[in-house]
């Protein structure tokens, strides 16, 4: 082998020895007190492990980096094998926290990718007749379910930037409900990864995804320091209520006034979102959701989603009014507790989120 073969097989080695230890430490390690629910506060942990033990397929690269048969099971797997796993992190993690069910299907697309792993080792190296190289047919193969894994990656992105956007006002009252500022690194680091990907594929050359390999293992630690410690800040017991009755409300998406709410039916679901908003201060639950007063009144989700925001001002604006109320009301029933106390009493998440939810609905008074 020459120097070139020697550098890329180093490099392999290293990615995979890096995805390993990755896939390790993401299994064995968790805060604690956060170890004992895993699957509210790591709910990627599994796919994370086994995507990261996957990198064990490359071996015939890091041992035969000049055989073209591992060339080519390296190319099937940094194109549309490894876009079908970032698609499978960002919906693992941020499908489960919206509680969207449909993601598990999104996820059958990716037969294409796994479609072409299987025919390098079919096709490679074998001559199909009139002069057509399965070597060939195999390249164009990963090219194609690589775009098509692309879309589909674009399309998690997508989704998950939707998300980010919507999800204070029309989900939660406490931002830190949804990590709105891990989706949008995670996102970030995703697009990197897929520009370098695509990189590599259309560079057709070992040493450029040599270089790569190495720069996806700093992109990897990067994203497993970001997620070691978790991002979400409710109970276990909150995170269990009934799903959503479609896949719009899933989505946490709120969509045209229902034509079916009457007026009198109006009315009713407001007394009763000012029953348990008001009266029993559900507002004083520093994590509460929309889909939490939906279920203590006991009416339909999207009618209740639909009557904050066109009655009430949205659901992040009026339980977070309620809030900034109650500290003033609560200093001046407690004229010697100390800001902090009052805040806390009032079901703010923090001092630094009360003073960004109160400059916040200053500015859009």
Known sequence: MTAAHYFQGVAAAVYVAVSLMIAVIRWFHMCRPYDREPRYYYPARPATTLIYLSSLLLLPYVFHPDSPLAWLLVKAYFLPVDLYFLTVLLLSYFGRVMRWKRWPQLLVLGIPALVALAAVPLLAGRSLGDGVNGYDIANWIIIVSGILMT???????????????????????????????????????????????????????????????????????????????????????????????????ADGSVTAYNRTLTESLALSILSAISEVVLEQKAYLDPHLTLQDVAERTGYNRTYVAALFKTELGGFFNYINTQRLAYVESYRREHPDAPLSEAIAEAGFSSRSSYYAIKSRLKQEA
Request: one cysteine or more.
């Open 151 to 249: 879309v589909v990656c674009l399309y998690a992105v997508w989704l998950v930037l939707r998300w980010s956007r919507t999800v204070n006002d029309e989900e939660y009252s406490n931002p830190n409900d949804f990590p709105v500022t891990f989706a949008r690194k995670a996102v970030g680091l995703l697009l990197m990864t897929l520009v370098l990907l695509w990189i590599t594929a259309i560079s057709d050359n070992p040493t450029v995804l040599a270089w790569v390999q190495l720069v996806l293992c700093a992109i990897s630690a990067l994203m497993l320091i970001l997620a070691l410690h978790p991002h979400r800040h409710r109970t276990e017991q909150e995170e269990q209520p009934q799903a959503p009755s479609s896949d719009e409300e």
